[in-house]
């Protein structure tokens, strides 16, 4: 089983601030890696998909880089409305992972 | 508008059988993949199972290969989560999402509870 490590699990920001979540998988899976955003009392949604390939309808600050074993997830100039719990995804074997995921609080 | 709209949960005992469903809308359910992930109170995502869009193959994860089963229903535009033998562990919301690798769309989930 694919093992994926994100970091940090909790991190605490300002609005228009920059923030990196990063998420490290035990062996590599090429770019089948994909992230989710989850509000409170809400269903995951689909934010980057193959590490860097852009949501339709998702906002621009939000982009994804990486390749092998170590991916990030970028959110520039942060909103208050980004509130929310960050997840990784991997799909290159089974059984598919998610990371443990990273909440993310904006002051 | 893709709609997924899943029911079926509740409470059951240790032992015991439930089925979910998925009603899906808003996009062609026979050529698409569907997926079901859980998520356990306060806990993060887990992956549970998958059936191919083309129906050709099911997979599952470890913790319920032998207990679940997905399965459709084309006619219906209905995805099916068979649960049987539930252990307390299983107790999550059960989600179903549309896709295979990267999951576009998602259902508000159903809750499960498993307990004596």
């Known amino acids: 089983e694919i093992v994926l490590t994100q970091s940090p699990d909790f991190q605490s920001m300002t609005p228009k601030e920059k923030v990196t979540i990063t998420c490290r998988a035990s062996q590599s899976i090429g770019t089948s890696l994909h992230w989710y955003q989850q509000k409170p009392d809400q269903s995951p949604k689909l934010l980057i998909k193959y590490a860097s390939q852009s949501i339709s309808g998702v906002p621009s600050r939000f982009s994804g880089s990486g390749s092998g074993t170590d991916f990030t997830l970028t959110i520039n100039s942060l909103e208050a409305e980004d509130a929310a719990t960050y997840y990784c995804?991997?799909?290159?074997?089974?059984?598919?992972?998610f990371g443990q995921g990273t909440k993310l609080e904006i002051k | 508008e893709v709609q997924l709209v899943e029911s079926g949960g509740g409470l059951v005992q240790p032992g015991g059988s439930l089925r979910l469903s998925c009603a899906a809308s808003?996009?062609?359910?026979?050529?698409?993949?569907m997926s079901w992930v859980r998520q356990a109170p306060e806990k993060g995502l887990e992956w549970v199972s998958t059936?191919?869009?083309?129906?050709?193959?099911?997979y599952y994860a470890d913790s319920v290969k032998g207990r679940f089963t997905i399965s459709r229903d084309t006619s219906k535009n209905t995805l099916y989560l068979q649960m049987s033998s539930l252990r307390v562990e299983d107790t999550a919301v059960y989600y179903c999402?549309?896709?295979?690798?990267?999951?576009?769309?998602w259902g508000q989930g159903t809750l499960v509870t498993v307990s004596s």
């Open positions: 059936f191919s869009h083309n129906g050709d193959s099911t």
């Open positions: 995804h991997q799909t290159t074997s089974f059984p598919y992972t």
């Open positions: 999402a549309e896709g295979h690798w990267e999951l576009y769309h």
């Open positions: 808003g996009f062609t359910f026979s050529a698409s993949a």
